[in-house]
């Protein structure tokens, strides 16, 4: 797979947010079929920068009730990227 199709888009949360200043640590929503070797080395190539360690997590879907009815919200992958000091990414 190609680096764009793996990292999808970052995650900016309040908590994500606060990781990035204090642990130096990136999350993204990424392919779900995509390993931890290939999100090391898409976020590596698409930022330049060095990465330490890739932890994963698949959100599993919901249902939603939406004003049409009931609608199944899909599946997830999220991926938390921590990167070596004095690496950064400017993602504003």
């Known amino acids: 797979m190609h680096e764009t199709t793996i990292i999808r888009k970052p995650l900016l949360t309040e908590k994500s947010t606060q990781a990035m200043s204090e642990a130096n640590t990136y999350t993204f929503i990424v392919d ?3 390993s931890k070797d290939e999100i090391k080395d898409a976020v590596e190539r698409l930022y330049k920068v060095k990465v330490e360690r890739v932890r994963t997590v698949t ?3 919901k249902r939603r009730r939406l004003r049409y009815g009931w609608v199944d919200m899909g599946h ?3 991926a938390m990227v921590r990167l070596r000091d004095g690496d950064t990414i400017e993602l504003f």
């Open 59 to 61: 959100r599993k879907g």
């Open 76 to 78: 997830h992958k999220k």
């Open 32 to 34: 779900p079929r995509a």
